[in-house]
């Protein structure tokens, strides 16, 4: 390690990654620090790509299951799963991809990486301490922190049980449980409570609020709440967690009903999935004026903290947590570091997916957040039960809601629940970032047969409805 560095990034995830890159490619001098086992942060070791790699199989082996709606006829429907096979190919593609990310820091040669950890000692020095057991004290011009966010651990009785699993462990996990209990029915506990109800465990979820998926587009939670129940999991909303006791045999968790009666489940293993909480532990804040709460970081719209040269992005600043958003903000940031003003992303345009089973994308704002911004808006709407892609692929059950203003047209938001709708918020996105209209989405010429036919088609619909 050097001395002095231009740039100090703490972590090393999808915000701090790129952004070391990009100050890097500039000539400047960067401290990339990651606490964790490589880069990639909690999205490539413990989030989004872990548990995608387990759906894949899921997914695989449901498609089998329906083999025969499709007329093939296999010798048997029952198939062996080999949870090791599963869990060796995960980590072999988690290996591939931190092993390449490595591989591509080498191109930056003013780019030095610490796998340890960095703290804070005033606004302008910090002690860096890297797994290997060197410690240093460096200094910096500038700092970024980007060190993501950690499960959030709710304070329930007995929730240190070795059978209570959080989001990152529970990937983990040497078998498949007989029976899961899952706590929280926000985008992790229904793809998680999908994936494993897929491999044969017994699901159950309970959630505190009134209903699945949070701030989620309320007529798709609700209709993929039904594809859940129907699959056999059973969803249980206006819960309280009383506390969690353990038997010889499983767990007793022990909640309120939504009718105020006290009732218990037994399982053998619970997965917390009550959300995740910025990450800011150990980095030494409070030698410094940087501020913090509950939401993590407090920046202005500059991503600057309260300490002009220091500056925070990705989860540690709170909602949105998507891997995409943290390194969207951290590419920016880093360009208007180096003079080039470019505008931050505006979340109006933040898109994402909830890989359930069909999956939700969602692009831009929700009719509850036009609501709350006095938008007149209207919806364009279409079903994908008359849906030829849909109908051959039999997942004709979803809809998509295009929301539009009345006078101009613009679209403003794009939801979809139907088998697809991650590739379909690739166009989504581009259309409500460019602010596109009704008319230019009607004019465009789909392929056919494909999901997207199904922008075009609402478009017209919806002009046609207007005249």
């Not at 990339?32 to 909690?42: F, H, I």
Request: some cysteine; overall charge negative; glycine content about 10%.
């Amino acid at each position: 390690m050097k001395q002095y560095y231009d740039f100090l990034v703490i972590g090393g995830g999808p915000a701090g990654t790129p952004t070391a890159m990009a100050l890097a490619s500039a000539g400047k001098q960067v401290l990339l620090v990651e606490n964790g086992r490589g880069l990639g942060g909690t999205c490539l070791f413990e989030g989004c790509i872990p548990s995608k790699i387990l759906r894949e199989s899921a997914r695989r082996l449901r498609e089998l299951r329906e083999s025969m709606d499709f007329g093939l006829c296999l010798p048997t429907q029952d198939v062996h799963i080999d949870w090791y096979a599963i869990q060796e190919r995960k980590r072999a593609i988690l290996q591939q991809r931190s092993t390449a990310a490595m591989q591509h820091l080498q191109q930056f040669p003013s780019l030095e990486l610490v796998l340890g950890s960095a703290k804070l000692l005033d606004n302008k020095h910090a002690n860096i301490s890297s797994h290997a057991g060197e410690i240093q004290n460096i200094e910096f011009d500038k700092a970024i922190i980007a060190t993501g966010s950690t499960p959030t651990r709710p304070p329930i009785k007995g929730i240190d049980h070795p059978r209570v699993l959080d989001s990152d462990a529970i990937l983990d996990i040497d078998h498949i449980p007989k029976k899961l209990l899952i706590i929280g029915a926000g985008p992790i506990g229904v793809e998680l409570g999908q994936i494993f109800n897929t491999f044969g465990s017994e699901v159950s979820i309970l959630e505190a609020g009134s209903h699945i998926l949070g701030p989620v587009d309320q007529e798709l939670a609700k209709r993929l709440k039904q594809q859940i129940s129907s699959d056999g999991i059973n969803i249980s909303t206006n819960c309280q967690i009383s506390g969690i006791l353990t038997t010889g045999g499983g767990v007793f968790v022990e909640y309120k009903n939504d009718e105020g009666e006290s009732t218990h489940l037994l399982t053998e293993t619970v997965l917390l999935a009550t959300g995740r909480q910025p990450n800011i532990e150990g980095l030494g804040l409070e030698n410094t004026e940087v501020q913090h709460g509950i939401h993590g970081i407090e920046v202005n719209s500059q991503l600057q903290t309260s300490e002009a040269n220091i500056y925070a992005v990705g989860d540690v600043i709170g909602q949105p947590m998507f891997a995409h958003w943290a390194t969207a903000q951290g590419v920016a940031l880093a360009k208007n570091l180096l003079g080039k003003a470019v505008p931050l992303p505006d979340k109006n345009s933040n898109s994402a997916v909830i890989f359930s089973e069909p999956e939700i994308g969602m692009v831009g704002m929700a009719e509850a957040q036009a609501v709350d911004a006095d938008i007149e808006y209207d919806v364009a709407r279409y079903d994908f039960a008359q849906d030829a892609r849909a109908q051959i692929a039999g997942r004709d059950n979803g809809i998509l809601k295009i929301l539009y203003e009345k006078q101009s047209h613009k679209l403003i938001g794009v939801h979809a629940l139907v088998k697809g709708a991650d590739d379909l918020m690739g166009e989504a996105a581009l259309a409500v970032k460019a602010g596109l209209t009704l008319e230019a989405l009607a004019g465009a010429i789909h392929p056919h047969p494909t999901l997207t036919e199904s922008f075009g088609v609402a478009a017209r619909v919806a002009l046609a409805a207007n005249k």
